[in-house]
């Protein structure tokens, strides 16, 4: 059973436009959130993330989103640029000693 | 700079074999992790470890083992390597203190078993 799920395999956006990237989890338990960027042949790096007690986390072109009652978050990035096209992973955490649960992954495609 | 470090980027292997991918980071990290990814399933958790000699059976353990005999490093061992392991290998650590979960993942291996 999935417990992070990424609904969107692949995304197209124009560059200069906004890329939402979805996310949506079930377990309640879920309190600190993650995104990762990855490009291929490289490993995944950190992008930016949220506390459940926050809703909602800037860092420069980068926008995490987190509505806790609909257990659903979104990434923004505005303007989208050629460079950001990769594969994005979410991630959950839930309580101290358990892994991060990560999504499928959305592939992010940029057009100049 | 901190480091994730995976001894190999590509590796071709037989079907049969014994195969060793070794990650080291040196981060003083307690926390280490294998993971897989495959095209539409994502990254899949095969293995962690929360302290040396400790291990920890992720979501996809079969047909894997591993090894942690010192902090800093973490080796994934394939007993009976198959073509259904082809794929790429990630290696992450972290230190979970200050309500800082991220991890620092490897470059990855790419693994080929014919």
């Known amino acids: 059973d999935q417990q992070v799920k990424q609904n969107s395999p692949s995304l197209s956006v124009q560059e200069g436009r906004i890329s939402i990237l979805n996310c949506d989890y079930t377990n309640s338990m879920f309190d600190y959130f993650l995104w990762y960027k990855k490009y291929p042949a490289e490993g995944p790096t950190f992008l930016i993330s949220?506390?459940?007690?926050?809703d909602k986390n800037e860092d420069g072109r980068f926008t995490v989103f987190l509505n806790k009652s609909a257990k659903h978050l979104s990434l923004h990035i505005v303007p989208s640029q050629p460079g950001d096209s990769a594969v994005y992973f979410c991630a959950a955490k839930g309580r101290i000693g358990t892994p991060l649960v990560f999504g499928k992954g959305t592939r992010l495609s940029v057009i100049a | 700079d901190v480091k994730v470090t995976q001894s190999s980027r590509y590796l071709v292997k037989r079907t049969g074999e014994k195969v060793f991918l070794e990650c080291v980071q040196d981060m003083d990290h307690e926390n280490m992790f294998w993971y897989r990814q495959d095209p539409g399933l994502g990254l899949r958790l095969i293995y962690f470890?929360?302290?040396?000699?400790?291990?920890e059976k992720g979501d996809i353990p079969e047909g894997y083992s591993v090894s942690r005999e010192k902090k800093e490093r973490f080796s994934l061992i394939l007993e009976s390597a198959s073509t259904n392991q082809t794929s790429m290998y990630l290696c992450?650590?972290?230190?979970?203190?200050?309500?800082?979960?991220?991890?620092?993942f490897g470059s990855g291996t790419r693994l080929t078993v014919v």
């Open positions: 992450a650590s972290n230190y979970e203190t200050g309500g800082n979960y991220g991890y620092t």
């Open positions: 949220i506390s459940s007690i926050k």
């Open positions: 470890s929360y302290d040396v000699k400790m291990k």
